[in-house]
């Protein structure tokens, strides 16, 4: 069924190709007549990594020039394993602009403030058989939620807005084991990240996709590895 009530929605479009504001994107794989747009910033970039093709991920804000629709070839699933396009469209979708900066998140149970340091050298929100050399940090929400829905303690889950005070890299308990490509943008740091803010609207997992990852994780704890390696 169209969709007609969107128009004050922003959307975006993840690719590896490179292009610049006033170009359009089309559909040019036969039998494929469709292109797809989500307004989910996280699907986007999901889409940019994964995408074929050299180079770096790009996520483009977009406008469609045409009706677009559902796309229930790629959300109808029983249980996803990652963020998916949401929308799609049988016209073009003109590039607006590109999204180049990206907000940094933090999940967890502690009840923290804007000014407050979290530090490395304390126990991972993930096991305690050591203390975390890093600290962790994603600039998808999704992969916030995910830290903040599995993190021990007795608190609710937080997510925080962060600032890092020293250079994040590539996180490889998810790059190198899970998602090659990073598309879930998580960075680790040996520095504290500074808390900036919180973020109160948020939508957890379901219950059924939090248990599988919980039965995950203690089935590595009985083989005596950590969720986090450092």
Same mark, same amino acid.
């Given at each position: 069924?169209?969709?007609?009530?969107?128009?004050?929605?922003?959307?975006?479009?993840?690719?590896?190709?490179?292009?610049?504001?006033?170009?359009?994107?089309?559909?040019?794989?036969?039998?494929?007549?469709?292109?797809?747009?989500?307004?989910?910033? *996280? !699907?986007?970039?999901?889409?940019?990594?994964? @995408?074929?093709?050299?180079?770096?991920?790009?996520?483009?804000?977009? %406008? $469609? +020039?045409?009706?677009?629709? *559902? !796309?229930?070839?790629?959300?109808?699933?029983? @249980?996803?394993?990652?963020?998916?396009?949401?929308?799609?469209?049988? %016209? $073009? +979708?003109?590039?607006?602009?590109?999204?180049?900066?990206?907000?940094?998140?933090?999940?967890?149970?502690?009840?923290?403030?804007?000014?407050?340091?979290? %530090? $490395?050298?304390?126990?991972?929100?993930?096991?305690?058989?050591?203390?975390?050399?890093?600290?962790?940090?994603?600039?998808?929400?999704?992969?916030?939620?995910?830290?903040?829905?599995?993190?021990?303690?007795?608190?609710?889950?937080?997510?925080?807005?962060?600032?890092?005070?020293?250079?994040?890299?590539?996180?490889?308990?998810?790059?190198?084991?899970?998602?090659?490509?990073?598309?879930?943008?998580?960075?680790?740091?040996?520095?504290?990240?500074?808390?900036?803010?919180?973020?109160?609207?948020?939508?957890?997992?379901?219950?059924?996709?939090?248990?599988?990852?919980?039965?995950?994780?203690?089935?590595?704890?009985?083989?005596?590895?950590?969720?986090?390696?450092?």
């Amino acid at each position: 069924m169209a969709t007609n009530d969107l128009s004050s929605q922003q959307f975006y479009h993840g690719t590896k190709a490179s292009l610049k504001p006033g170009d359009t994107i089309e559909s040019c794989n036969f039998p494929t007549t469709y292109v797809y747009l989500t307004p989910n910033l *996280d !699907a986007a970039i999901w889409e940019a990594e994964l @995408a074929v093709g050299e180079g770096l991920g790009r996520v483009y804000i977009v %406008e $469609p +020039l045409g009706q677009i629709e *559902d !796309a229930p070839e790629l959300t109808v699933r029983k @249980a996803p394993k990652h963020l998916s396009m949401s929308y799609r469209s049988r %016209e $073009p +979708l003109r590039v607006t602009g590109e999204v180049t900066e990206w907000t940094l998140y933090h999940g967890t149970r502690a009840d923290l403030k804007p000014g407050d340091l979290i %530090e $490395p050298g304390y126990h991972s929100n993930y096991g305690q058989r050591k203390k975390a050399t890093y600290v962790y940090v994603a600039a998808t929400l999704d992969a916030a939620i995910w830290a903040a829905e599995l993190a021990l303690g007795a608190g609710r889950g937080r997510i925080y807005t962060v600032e890092p005070l020293g250079l994040i890299e590539d996180d490889p308990n998810v790059t190198d084991k899970k998602f090659p490509g990073n598309p879930t943008k998580s960075y680790r740091s040996r520095e504290p990240l500074r808390v900036t803010g919180e973020v109160r609207d948020w939508q957890g997992h379901s219950p059924e996709a939090l248990k599988t990852m919980k039965d995950n994780l203690e089935r590595l704890k009985q083989l005596g590895i950590e969720a986090i390696e450092d």
